[in-house]
């Protein structure tokens, strides 16, 4: 399943100038500029904006989006979204409430990461990620 998450725009750009501009048509140009944005559109995506009084277009944009988000829907209950030093990370699960929390994390040339933390507090997770540097 990470993979299918990793590679989520790969996937639905296929190197295809016709799904590129179908995409920028229905998700917006700055939403694929790069993984983490899209991701983070996917993220922000809610049921409540495929209502049925939408119109068609905002339908066929909301409804790949939802399922997408099933996708991370197993990674935890809840979901953070943070800047540390250079990285933007989501955070899926409280340490509070969970004894797995999950980390995607994203450096400057838009490489996803995950780390698994398990039975670790909030302060311990924040600690790792501070200290991580990319050469």
Do not use: C
């Not at 917006?28 to 983490?36: A, P, V």
């Not at 939408?54 to 990674?75: F, W």
């Amino acid at each position: 399943m990470d993979l299918l998450i990793t590679h989520s725009l790969k996937g639905l750009l296929k190197d295809d100038s016709n799904e590129t501009q179908k995409a920028e048509f229905l998700y917006g140009g700055d939403n694929l500029e790069s993984e983490y944005a899209f991701v983070n559109l996917i993220l922000h995506t809610t049921p409540d904006q495929a209502n049925l009084f939408k119109p068609l277009p905002e339908l066929a944009r909301v409804h790949p989006l939802l399922l997408y988000k099933l996708l991370y829907s197993n990674l935890g209950d809840v979901i953070y979204k943070f800047r540390i030093n250079d990285l933007k990370v989501f955070q899926f699960g409280n340490p509070q409430n969970t004894e797995h929390v999950y980390i995607h994390l994203f450096n400057n040339d838009d490489q996803v990461y995950r780390l698994q933390f398990v039975r670790a507090t909030q302060a311990e997770i924040d600690y790792i990620l501070s200290q991580i540097k990319f050469l």
